[in-house]
């Protein structure tokens, strides 16, 4: 799977795990996900991602600080995805 197809599939998982009222495609590749200016999302929501993240992709996100990094964005989710893909 290309980059762009892997980020397709993750804002279709956040919009479907999430519940947000927002179509995938309205969601940016860098769009701030936590915070403010940002989508929204509190730490609910991230637990949700770790968990949709890890069934869907078989991304480990292991300690808080990984989270927050893997978590910014959609690009940081698909870059994190990558990396294990690779490894």
């Not at 947000?20 to 940016?28: N, R, S, T």
């Not at 590749?29 to 992709?57: E, H, I, M, R």
Request: hydrophobic share 50%.
């Amino acid at each position: 799977m290309d980059e762009s197809e892997l980020k397709k599939r993750i804002k279709e998982m956040m919009v479907e795990n999430l519940m947000l009222k927002i179509p995938p495609a309205e969601i940016g590749d860098d769009q701030a996900l936590f915070g403010p200016n940002s989508l929204g999302l509190d730490s609910v929501d991230a637990l949700q991602l770790v968990v949709a993240l890890d069934k869907n992709f078989g991304l480990k996100i292991p300690d808080p600080a990984a989270a927050k990094k893997a978590l910014a964005s959609v690009n940081t989710m698909a870059a994190a995805v990558g990396e294990i893909k690779i490894g």
